[in-house]
């Protein structure tokens, strides 16, 4: 479920990243010299919740730091699916929402890496590689799979990338709930 609650929510920003010829070329109507800006946005999202989490590391209990990373990844997905089902995707404030999501998804995957590892002290090797197992094939079955389905689309994709926090936020409550004490 830890490995789940991670590696699953990726894949909704992930999603946008396999679809990027599409998203930025059709609907966002970028010329591929313009594609950096996506991708500038993404990889500082991802920057700057790394460096969040990692201020945040030792501070505040790793359950809060993961309450934060869903609120945050499960509040961009409303609002980017809302403002897709309003309004046709556009340039001026279509990149923000992936960029909150990746901030977000930074933000909590530290923390429930290292609750993976803390599963089996001493199998950590193994834990890690079940953690990247379960998220490449995720990452896998998506790119093959569901971007080619979505990525004509920008309602579609919102709707996927929903769906995908919400798989992860599922597993992280249903771990919770069975195991309160964790993190």
């Known amino acids: 479920l830890l490995a789940l609650a991670s590696g699953i929510p990726f894949?909704?920003?992930?999603?946008?990243l396999l679809s990027a010829p599409a998203f930025l070329g059709d609907i966002l109507q970028l010329e591929p010299t313009q594609f950096f800006w996506f991708f500038?946005?993404?990889?500082g999202g991802i920057m700057a919740g790394s460096w969040t989490s990692g201020r945040l590391a030792?501070?505040?209990?790793?359950?809060?730091?993961?309450?934060?990373?869903?609120?945050?990844?499960?509040?961009?997905?409303?609002?980017?699916?809302?403002a897709n089902?309003?309004?046709?995707?556009?340039?001026?404030?279509?990149?923000?929402p992936i960029s909150l999501f990746a901030y977000g998804w930074a933000l909590?995957?530290?923390a429930?890496?290292?609750?993976?590892?803390?599963?089996?002290?001493r199998r950590r090797g193994m834990a890690s590689s079940l953690?990247?197992?379960?998220?490449?094939?995720a990452?896998?079955?998506?790119?093959?799979?569901?971007?080619?389905l979505v990525m004509q689309s920008a309602r579609a994709m919102a709707r996927t990338s929903f769906g995908f926090m919400l798989v992860g936020l599922v597993a992280w409550l249903w771990l919770r709930r069975r195991w309160p004490q964790i993190g």
Do not use: E
Not at 60 to 77: A, D, E
């Open 11 to 16: 894949n909704g920003m992930f999603l946008y």
């Open 40 to 43: 500038i946005a993404t990889i």
């Open 58 to 82: 030792g501070r505040i209990p790793p359950k809060r730091q993961i309450r934060h990373g869903f609120l945050i990844m499960c509040v961009t997905s409303i609002i980017n699916l809302t």
């Open 85 to 96: 089902l309003i309004w046709p995707a556009h340039v001026s404030w279509a990149l923000i």
């Open 108 to 110: 909590m995957v530290p």
């Open 112 to 121: 429930v890496t290292l609750l993976v590892l803390d599963l089996h002290p």
């Open 131 to 137: 953690q990247a197992v379960i998220g490449s094939a």
């Open 139 to 148: 990452n896998a079955l998506v790119a093959g799979l569901v971007a080619p």
